[in-house]
């Protein structure tokens, strides 16, 4: 049987762990060639060998803060498989020494932003010309529910990274909405990675307060990551654009939580 994505061909940033990793399993499942990016060598090769190698899946290492390596993802891709047709943007990172704005420093503030917002911009506008051409595409952007709400226990380059990701993402989606090409925004709550596992290792207190909002009581898991992004990405959300597209287990819904 026919995958939901059958023979599309899909670029995942951070595609080496967490709800890239996820998302790129979901999509060879469901069909699609995949290009993983990511900076971790040893994983990726390893990943798309176990995958099949290169009949479904490519891996090329990408450090998404730089326009060379993020235009040579791209056009692997279009080499390799005939097309772009997916772009999920989704490398980021969350280091400890962004925090309150009180104690984060310019470096830590600039090094977030290039990894988190700037990539996007860099990975959007290296997608767009391939699914213009095509006149058709899906583009996912991964923000966070933190591009929608505030946090008292601040990562204050992380967010406003996000609400820029959300931001570029609604006004990509509705300037390209008659050329064929959907452009939404994942906007996970939080989920069981290594990425939130490394913040809340040290902090359980602070991981705590956290679980507290969530009114599922969990945190959420990257295969119920993936399978939002396989929506985005089919054609089973082909009247969606500009989309702000929470999963977050009732967060942003919540004004109290059931205990
Ligand atoms: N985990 C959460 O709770 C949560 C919540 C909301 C949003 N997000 C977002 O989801 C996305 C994925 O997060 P995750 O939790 O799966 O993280 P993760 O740490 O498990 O995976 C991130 C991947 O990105 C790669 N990466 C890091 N820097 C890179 C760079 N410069 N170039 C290329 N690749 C790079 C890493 O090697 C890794 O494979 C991120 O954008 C994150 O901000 C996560």
Known sequence: ?????????AVITGGCSGIGLATV??????????VIGDIDDERGHQLADRLGGETVATYVHVDVTSKEEVDALFRTAKDTYGSVDIAFNNAGISPPEDDSILDTDLDAW??????????????????????????????INTASFVAVMGAATSQISYSASKGGVLSMTRELGVQFAREGVRVNALCPGPVNTPLLQDLFAKDAERAARRLVHVPMGRFGEPEEMAAAVLFLASDDSSFMTANTFLVDGGISGAYVTPL
């Open 25 to 34: 399993e979901r999509f060879v499942q469901e069909g699609a060639k995949v």
């Open 110 to 139: 600039r090094k977030v932003q290039e990894v988190n917002l700037t990539s996007v911009y860099l990975c959007c506008k290296s997608a767009l010309p391939y699914m213009l051409e095509q006149g058709r595409g899906s583009i």
């Open 1 to 9: 049987m026919a995958g939901r994505i059958q023979d599309r061909v």
